[in-house]
């Protein structure tokens, strides 16, 4: 008779040697790229295990997009920290993992008072086979009618509590965080005078706000397939 394999043991924590981390179920962790010179990927470890004697772990891994990995591709307003928790999962050596990071909502990330080199956000889930994305409208805001990028600075009108960004006021970065008061042109057009003008960094709690949205189109491709 052929010889059975012998079960393997499911663990919910692991002791990676390599990189002195222990790594459990739920964890956001960076994972080695399949090709030279790219980011490393980011994952979120579904379940562990290994063989019957501790050893030759792998974990069962859910992968987040890049907004460049997905379908349709980087936008205007996908932040540089910005990931997708995608339907694609696999199992990959325990060994590929480079280190853990952390991927936070997205109203906590907008709330950090800095950003380090491991901190991501996800606001999206996505579907690596028709492009969709859960959810599939979000708030905008701006003349520009754009969802909020976390990367860049936007200023509050006073009056109406709108928020823009200084190039579509006519205005620079430098120059809006000078000012003081800002009303825009809708709520005060004749007075349209950035020494009046306030600055803030946007946040998630001013954005639910907007009655306006716009809808994440879909795209058609197949998503791209991982190895460690």
Known sequence: MPKQKAPRKQLKSYKLKHINRTVQEGDAVLMRSSEPGKPSYVARVEAIETDARGSNARVRVRWYYRPEESIGGRRQFHGAKELFLSDHYDFQSADTIEGKCKVHSFSSYTKLDSVGNDDFFCRFEYNST????????????????????????????????????????????????????????????????????KTTSKNSDAKVNTKRSLEVGKTRNKHTKRSG
Request: aromatic share 12%.
């Open 130 to 197: 028709t492009g969709a994305f859960i959810p599939d409208r979000v708030a905008v805001f701006c003349k520009c009618e754009m969802p909020y990028n976390p990367d860049d600075l936007m200023v509050q009108c006073e009056d109406c509590s709108e928020w823009f960004h200084p190039s579509c006021i006519g205005t620079s970065i430098e120059e809006a965080k000078k000012l003081d008061h800002f009303y825009c042109e809708e709520c005060s057009p004749e007075e349209h005078e950035f020494h009046n003008s």
